[in-house]
């Protein structure tokens, strides 16, 4: 079960991370050149394309966007105000819209922008496919949806703690919630960062809308309209939620170490390459 599940619980735990993020977390977990390899797929190829970016956080992905998009343009929409007053304060993102809201339900009318991109927040949807089809909502016809996120390990050890943390779906997951929810011509490429020596640690994968209008999951579902997190959310009760953070936070960070020493074996062994 995975212990960060809820929006509540990540709200929190992000109320913290957004201190250290950007300087201690990303450079270890999700590198710029992973950002970039994974945008690429999005084909951010003119200055007018108008892109929404879901789960912008700090706002590190919309920085690889604003590369080639101007920041008028751009929305960045996230739940946690913290992580985006971060992200507010970095002057390659002056004139980007902000927007706190909810990847499940977007607050833009249907057919809307020229890109969807989604990068680091896929592991905290409670429902992807249903946050998918909204994906596929608010996008004009031909437009595209890249998502950037996290594979399952095969390590049993590393899969049982990841799946404590949060949500690490399979290859054949990213694909069929795609097109569950009506995109084609799907493509995805693995990421990495130096110290992984398995491809499957990451995945960018890439879909284009056909039709107009909302996706035809939402039309063949028989899913209620609430969201999940609205059925099974934590916060009914205090202990509970303390709990659930409390062991989902300790799994995430039992990470950061790992990480840590990991890198530091690989420079060594770079640094001895050279001698």
Same mark, same amino acid.
């Given at each position: 079960?995975?212990?960060?599940?809820?929006?509540?619980?990540?709200?929190?735990?992000?109320?913290?991370?957004?201190?250290?993020?950007?300087?201690?977390?990303?450079p270890?977990?999700?590198?710029?050149?992973?950002?970039?390899?994974?945008?690429?797929?999005?084909?951010?190829?003119?200055?007018?394309?108008?892109?929404?970016?879901?789960?912008?956080?700090?706002?590190?992905?919309?920085?690889?966007? !604003?590369?080639?998009?101007?920041?008028?343009?751009?929305?960045?929409?996230?739940?946690?105000?913290?992580?985006?007053?971060?992200?507010?304060?970095?002057?390659?993102?002056?004139?980007?819209? *902000?927007?706190?809201?909810?990847?499940?339900?977007?607050?833009?009318?249907?057919?809307?922008?020229?890109?969807?991109?989604s990068?680091g927040?896929?592991?905290?949807? &409670?429902?992807?496919?249903?946050?998918?089809?909204?994906?596929?909502?608010?996008?004009k016809?031909?437009g595209?949806?890249?998502?950037?996120? &996290?594979?399952?390990?095969?390590?049993?050890l590393?899969? *049982?703690?990841?799946?404590?943390?949060?949500?690490?779906?399979?290859?054949?997951?990213y694909?069929?919630?795609?097109?569950?929810?009506?995109?084609?011509?799907?493509?995805?490429? *693995?990421?990495?960062?130096?110290?992984?020596?398995?491809?499957?640690?990451?995945?960018?994968?890439?879909?284009?809308? &056909?039709?107009?209008?909302?996706? &035809?999951? !939402?039309?063949?579902?028989?899913?209620?309209?609430?969201?999940?997190?609205?059925?099974?959310?934590?916060?009914?009760?205090?202990?509970?939620?303390?709990?659930?953070?409390?062991?989902?936070?300790?799994?995430?960070?039992?990470?950061?170490?790992?990480?840590? !020493?990991?890198?530091?074996?690989?420079?060594?062994?770079?640094?001895?390459?050279?001698?």
């Amino acid at each position: 079960m995975r212990f960060l599940q809820h929006k509540e619980e990540a709200y929190w735990f992000y109320r913290y991370l957004s201190m250290v993020y950007d300087r201690y977390v990303n450079p270890l977990f999700y590198t710029p050149i992973m950002r970039d390899q994974g945008l690429k797929l999005a084909d951010l190829n003119r200055r007018d394309l108008e892109v929404v970016d879901v789960g912008a956080g700090t706002g590190f992905a919309t920085e690889g966007i !604003v590369q080639f998009v101007d920041t008028k343009n751009v929305h960045a929409l996230d739940q946690s105000d913290h992580q985006q007053a971060k992200a507010k304060k970095k002057a390659t993102l002056l004139g980007v819209h *902000f927007c706190l809201g909810d990847a499940e339900q977007l607050p833009w009318e249907t057919d809307r922008f020229d890109r969807y991109v989604s990068s680091g927040s896929i592991e905290y949807w &409670p429902d992807p496919q249903r946050a998918i089809a909204e994906a596929y909502r608010v996008l004009k016809v031909d437009g595209l949806a890249t998502i950037i996120g &996290p594979l399952k390990p095969k390590h049993r050890l590393a899969r *049982f703690v990841a799946e404590t943390f949060m949500l690490f779906p399979r290859c054949e997951e990213y694909i069929n919630w795609y097109r569950q929810a009506g995109f084609v011509d799907i493509q995805y490429i *693995f990421l990495r960062p130096k110290w992984v020596k398995e491809e499957d640690y990451g995945i960018s994968i890439v879909g284009r809308k &056909p039709k107009p209008g909302v996706s &035809p999951w !939402v039309s063949s579902t028989s899913t209620p309209k609430e969201s999940l997190r609205e059925k099974t959310s934590s916060r009914q009760s205090r202990l509970l939620f303390l709990a659930r953070f409390a062991v989902g936070s300790l799994a995430g960070g039992m990470f950061v170490p790992l990480a840590i !020493v990991k890198t530091a074996i690989q420079k060594l062994r770079s640094q001895a390459a050279h001698f």
